[in-house]
């Protein structure tokens, strides 16, 4: 599932490419997305002016000029792409907006866990997938003292506690298994045994290592595409994730693999303690 990065580096790109264009013609190929695409979701878009394009956890936002929100989140394998609308649609184009510019915006998504609807910016903010997320790591209200508050009285995994949503919005199993890498501590580890310095050390990591992952475009394993559907590059900079039976890149130990709930966490035996 695209992750903080992916997303950031997808609105990124569409906000460059977007921004001012008109949406001329929407095409529904397919509804059944993990919540059906409305009836009137076509008509709410067509006709409108995109004027900006925003993040909030990994649901991008396309602000348009009637105070309204096209959200999509790209669930297990989407993407949202802007090209050329000469370019031949793919069998899993299930959206496609058409703009001014000669260009389309186009949801692709094999799996078909994702989620597109058209809300009032009102809506938006009552919505309960909006309401249940917690602070941005890239903001200031995410920070050492907030982090040691959630992980004192947690009962979890530390990777778990990572994870959720309502902890940290945007935060995946990829860069939760590598945050927890670069601070030395296994994801198994309770939460609460952790402690202030720990927990502290986690917080200041988590937006450098982001901000890192945003830098080379995000990670591609399989779906993943920016906005101009190209790949990105972070999956060549991991420590750990994925890397099961592979030597540590700084102690050259063999990587672990744990399963966590239903979800494998990666670690090294030896840096991570």
Not at 119 to 132: D, G, K, Y
Not at 193 to 203: M, N, P, Q, S, Y
Not at 245 to 251: A, I, L, M, P, T
Request: aromatic fraction near 8%; include cysteine; proline fraction near 4%.
């Amino acid at each position: 599932m695209p992750e903080l990065p992916e997303v950031e580096t997808i609105c990124g790109g569409l906000r460059t490419r977007v921004t001012g264009c008109r949406i001329i013609e929407v095409k529904v190929l397919e509804p059944r997305l993990r919540t059906r695409v409305g009836p009137d979701f076509a008509s709410k878009l067509r006709g409108r002016v995109i004027t900006d394009v925003k993040r909030r956890g990994k649901y991008i936002l396309i602000l348009l000029d009637n105070d309204s929100v096209w959200l999509s989140h790209l669930g297990m394998s989407g993407k949202l792409i802007w090209v050329e609308e000469k370019r031949p649609r793919e069998r899993h184009d299930h959206i496609v907006a058409r703009l001014d510019q000669g260009y389309e915006l186009r949801y692709h998504d094999p799996r078909r866990f994702g989620l597109s609807l058209v809300l009032s910016a009102t809506e938006l903010e009552s919505l309960p997938q909006m309401r249940v997320l917690g602070p941005e790591p890239l903001d200031g209200h995410f920070g050492a003292d907030y982090l040691y508050s959630a992980a004192r009285n947690s009962r979890r995994r530390i990777r778990d506690l990572l994870i959720d949503q309502s902890i940290i919005a945007g935060l995946g199993n990829i860069y939760a298994n590598e945050i927890l890498f670069r601070a030395g501590i296994r994801p198994a580890t309770r939460a609460w045994k952790l402690g202030r310095d720990r927990t502290g050390k986690i917080a200041k990591l988590t937006p450098r290592l982001l901000r890192e992952a945003i830098r080379w475009c995000g990670t591609s394993f399989s779906d993943y595409r920016d906005a101009e559907d190209r790949f990105g590059e972070f999956q060549n900079h991991l420590r750990v994730y994925d890397r099961e039976g592979e030597k540590c890149r700084v102690c050259a130990s063999e990587i672990k693999r744990v399963s966590l709930g239903n979800r494998s966490a990666f670690y090294c035996p030896k840096c991570q303690k």
